[in-house]
């Protein structure tokens, strides 16, 4: 099956996403929040049964949280990447646990450093940082290197 | 947060007798084997047979009861800093601590992370750093050769300083580990500011809400 | 695998009735069998492990947040640290993201040169792995040996890029210089010496029936459970499914060689040691055949100044197969100087924080390290 056939297939079997082809072997698909379950679980069957990771990408101007997913078939040698799109305030997406075992953890760890909640997910407890009380440090309008001068001191600036 | 007291040099450094148990002790020196950060790559090939470290009497050691050199081998996040604090409180003395490469001197490569210190000498006592990003094996060597000429003229005295100002740095410690109030401005000022510079650029009055609640 | 007196189910019900016999023991940070600087707590019942909770983050840096603060060639300064062992298969998935983005080519030369570099940093990451199985076990005379056979390939690293461990070689485009006068010839030669090491640890380590009978039964993956956890690499292959991204998604000079795979079945620890052993083997013959098929050219396409070096808007996933598995760099650009956003994915997270549950309930204190040697798990590259 070629990528233009794997791409028109995809594109049937989920209604309401947009497929593209890029990158010789890649596709891209965009869903709708309330289709993201059933999109990534429609993917697993048709083969995409490898889950690289999932990600998050913080669109401050659009107001917008993009969240991704990577997978792959090992079958076919051919990549996906799912996006689909939240607000900002008071993100929520439902959870994928269920289809990845590791996806819970790819959940806890976007919860921890962008706020989205994930509801379905047992564990969202914070596991990398240590008593935050910031905002989510990926998010972009949490600035590092003013936390890193309040909060630990440059040490030119110490010794003038 | 108190200064630091200041302490003539030779209340502090080690006297004549003293010195003479450190002329055994600079050659028979255990490092405790705890690899902190990134830097500690280069401890197998310092170890290993080509570059050789026994043959200095230094050697690696499991547990910090046993060891009398702490290597902070690169970086150190916060979690990582409280249990450096506990294990160096747990080593007996006379204890000594070598700085890895840049990072524990001033934040190094990650200086504008909101995850690592950036300057460990405000936590507990560094007697000697090595610089590097990171320390080759003959640059490890030639510190810690430079710590046990330190120990046997009676100046590696990083232990005696923590004793003495231990409110300072349990005050330092404790400012970073068990913090209570975020560092930076709360999150809802910092989006008030930003719906009013859009306000402003959309021709509003500054303090009205820009067509939607707020 | 526990010889007590009671099965692990009776085990479980006298923990859950009697509160004297269940504790809870912190497995590292500060532990020798601990690699690298994190932690498992673990909730023990006499020596066999009842539940564990993985304790991450003290290797965090905030990566992908420091990676916005830079510029895209800053960057590469700041990548190699994500793997401590093996960097080079991070440098090279960055550069093909952004490549991919640009739709830059690399001329030949430069794709064979960044093929080299790979995989002389397998070799010595397949080095320490070795070496790290025996130590777990107390067998520490492989592990010194072996680092001196690895500091054979750090010199060469440090003649062509002048650095040992982190070589900040690659740049979108191709490599940062060209092969010195004598340098093929000195790892022809490097490779002659590490094939002759090998039978020496064949007798010490892989024929050696104490470290077989600790591996064996350790951690065992079925294939299907190895793909739906996510493992790649040496761990996926031995478990028997035939995967390798150097094959099936090629990228530098992949697609004019012929890789090999040794595949085991097994599944187990055993299984996963003797993988990494035969594709040592397969790398050096690998790296040979390289060597001898490196064409003439530039090593590069010129990129223009790289302080004002853009990208176009866009995003690309790159991977790349790297000793312990998929690493992969996800990178989104908005046209700027900076990267917008740059997701990383390292190999050893299904393995550290997600097969855990799986497998260590139910297994001896002494055999957690020697699982963590076997799959290859390393902090520092699901810490970031």
């Not at chain 1, 990771?53 to 669109?59: E, I, M, R, Y």
């Not at chain 2, 690169?74 to 604090?85: D, E, H, N």
Request: aromatic residues 10%; charged residues 25%; neutral net charge.
């Amino acid at each position: 099956m070629s990528i233009a056939e794997l791409a028109d297939r995809v594109a049937r079997e989920n209604p309401g996403c947009r497929v593209s082809e890029r990158y010789g072997n890649q596709l891209e698909l965009k869903s709708p929040v309330r289709q993201w379950v059933t999109t990534l679980s429609q993917l697993k069957t048709a083969g995409f049964e490898h889950l690289s990771n999932l990600a998050c990408v913080d669109w401050i101007d659009q107001d917008e949280l993009e969240l991704l997913a990577n997978l792959w078939s090992h079958a076919r040698r051919v990549h996906v990447t799912v996006k689909t799109r939240v607000p900002r305030e008071a993100p929520a997406v439902p959870t994928v646990h269920a289809l990845w075992p590791q996806a819970g953890v790819y959940e806890r760890e976007i919860h921890e450093f962008f706020g989205v909640d994930f509801p379905g997910n047992p564990e969202l407890e914070p596991m990398f940082l240590h008593n935050w009380k910031d905002l989510p440090p990926l998010r972009k309008d949490f600035d590092t290197r003013e936390y890193s001068r309040r909060a630990y001191g440059f040490l030119e600036e110490e010794q003038e | 947060m108190s200064d630091m007291l200041s302490i003539s040099r030779e209340e502090i450094l080690d006297g004549r007798w003293e010195r003479i148990l450190n002329f055994f002790r600079s050659r028979s020196l255990w490092m405790l084997y705890y690899c902190t950060g990134c830097g500690a790559i280069e401890l197998p090939p310092s170890m290993t047979s080509r570059f050789d470290l026994e043959r200095f009497g230094i050697g690696p050691m499991a547990t910090p009861r046993q060891s009398d050199i702490l290597l902070i081998t690169g970086y150190i996040s916060l979690k990582t800093l409280k249990r450096v604090v506990r294990t160096y409180e747990q080593m007996p003395e006379p204890k000594w601590v070598v700085g890895f490469g840049s990072c524990p001197i001033n934040g190094g490569i990650y200086w504008d992370s909101y995850a690592t210190v950036n300057h460990l000498e405000k936590y507990i006592p560094v007697d000697v750093s090595i610089a590097g990003c990171m320390p080759r094996p003959q640059a490890v060597i030639d510190g810690l050769q430079k710590l046990m000429r330190l120990i046997q003229r009676g100046e590696a005295v990083g232990y005696k300083k923590y004793q003495l100002n231990n409110q300072w740095y349990k005050t330092n410690q404790r400012e970073v580990l068990e913090r209570t109030e975020p560092v930076l401005a709360p999150a809802s000022s910092a989006r008030a500011e930003k719906r009013a510079r859009r306000a402003e650029a959309a021709g509003a009055l500054v303090g009205e809400p820009a067509g939607g609640a707020s | 695998m526990s010889d007590s007196a009671y099965s692990f189910v009776e085990l479980q019900e006298i923990c859950r009735t009697d509160r004297y016999v269940q504790y809870e023991l912190f497995f590292g940070p500060n532990f020798p069998g601990m690699h690298g600087n994190f932690g498992y707590i673990l909730d023990v019942a006499g020596s066999t492990i009842v539940g564990v909770r993985p304790n991450p983050g003290l290797l965090h840096r905030g990566f992908e947040k420091l990676m916005e603060q830079k510029s895209w060639i800053q960057n590469i300064s700041l990548i190699p640290r994500i793997c401590v062992p093996d960097p080079d298969p991070n440098e090279a998935a960055y550069c093909q993201a952004i490549e991919k983005i640009m739709g830059l080519e690399v001329p030949p030369r430069g794709r064979y040169l960044r093929t080299i570099v790979l995989e002389m940093s397998r070799l010595s990451s397949y080095l320490m792995g070795m070496g790290a199985l025996g130590a777990m076990m107390g067998l520490y005379t492989g592990m010194y040996r072996m680092i001196n056979d690895r500091d054979l390939l750090m010199d060469l690293f440090e003649w062509l890029t002048g650095a040992r461990i982190y070589h900040i070689y690659m740049l979108p485009g191709g490599v940062r210089r060209d092969l010195p006068e004598g340098w093929s010839q000195r790892l022809s030669e490097v490779l002659d010496t590490l094939e002759g090491n090998l039978p020496e640890w064949d007798r010490l380590v892989f024929e050696n029936p104490v470290v077989v009978k600790r591996l064996t039964g350790i951690g065992p993956v079925t294939d299907a459970e190895a793909v739906s956890y996510g493992l790649t690499g040496p761990n996926l292959r031995a478990a028997g499914v035939r995967a390798d991204i150097r094959i099936d998604d090629p990228y530098a000079a992949y697609p004019e060689l012929e890789v090999e795979i040794p595949i085991t079945g097994g599944g187990d620890a055993l299984a996963r040691a003797v993988q990494i052993r035969l594709e040592y083997e397969a790398t050096i013959r690998l790296l040979r055949r390289v060597l001898r098929a490196i064409p003439g050219g530039a090593f590069r396409t010129p990129i223009g100044n790289p302080l004002k070096f853009t990208v176009p808007a866009g995003d690309a996933y790159a991977r790349v197969e790297s000793s312990k598995g998929e690493f992969g760099y996800h990178v989104v650009s908005d046209g700027g100087l900076k990267p917008y956003r740059v997701s990383v994915r390292g190999p050893s997270l299904p393995a550290g924080l997600a097969l855990c549950h799986k497998h260590l309930p139910g297994m001896l204190i002494d055999d957690v390290a020697i699982w963590m040697a076997s799959l290859a798990v390393c902090p520092p590259d699901f810490d970031r």
